[in-house]
């Protein structure tokens, strides 16, 4: 079974910049998370999917972050424009209907200068 | 706001003792206890999960569970250098709404 996928593995942009992230979660996940993982923290919930669905965004800066998951398969998370707060892994993880199991991809690391 | 406490660490055990890890929780109405092991500069991965009061063995993994004092723990028994990693405990209070705490740090000392 693939795992979680990511991309870009790494991303340096300087302030005021915008990116985006890309996940693919693990086939047959309807569940589909979003987290910032900040150095020395745990990671934070910025926003949960269900299928096409948004469940909880209520940590998303609306600001400037924005996803969405067409299709309910894959997701995209952009950041517009970036700050020097922003610098964090981003982790997708994804799980099962009605399970609570996560499955992280490999975390896309930013840096913003 | 649900909170997850855990002491960040570092908690070094020599090698072969028992690591004990602990992780308080906020909403008394949590269901689900997770403890994720994350290595440095990897993603989490899941080690055990735990739903009923009591413990739970897995191998060399113990997670033991108290709600009445909100409180769960992990045990790493003969702990090898392997181990050391950082160990996130995550809460749930349901439809799949997961709290992760800050993490616990383990270094195993050869």
């Known amino acids: 079974e693939a795992g979680v996928a990511q991309s870009p593995r790494y991303k340096i942009i300087e302030k005021r910049q915008s990116v985006a992230f890309w996940c693919n979660p693990i086939?047959?996940?309807?569940?589909l998370y979003w987290y910032q993982q900040i150095l020395g923290q745990g990671p934070k919930l910025l926003i949960q999917f269900q299928n096409n669905g948004v469940v909880d965004d209520s940590q998303l800066p609306k600001d400037r972050f924005s996803a969405e998951r067409l299709k309910g398969v894959d997701s995209t998370l952009k950041i517009q424009p970036a700050k020097l707060e922003d610098s964090a892994v981003y982790l997708c993880?994804?799980?099962?209907?009605?399970?609570?199991?996560?499955?992280f991809g490999p975390g896309t690391r930013l840096l913003v200068l | 706001q649900k909170e997850v406490e855990q002491n960040s660490g570092p908690l070094s055990v020599p090698e072969g003792a028992i690591a004990s890890l602990n992780c308080t929780y906020s909403d008394r109405g949590s269901q689900s206890f997770f403890w994720y092991r994350q290595y440095s500069g990897k993603s989490p991965e899941l080690i055990m999960f735990?739903?009923?009061?009591g413990d739970k063995e897995d191998g060399r993994f113990t997670a033991q569970l108290n709600k009445a004092s909100q409180y769960v723990s992990l045990l790493i028994r003969d702990s090898q250098p392997s181990d050391s990693a950082t160990y996130l405990c995550?809460?749930?209070?349901?439809?799949?709404?997961?709290?992760f705490g800050t993490g616990t740090k383990l270094q195993v000392i050869p």
């Open positions: 993880a994804s799980s099962y209907p009605l399970e609570e199991t996560q499955y």
């Open positions: 086939s047959g996940h309807a569940t």
């Open positions: 735990i739903y009923s009061n």
């Open positions: 995550a809460v749930s209070g349901g439809y799949q709404k997961v709290t």
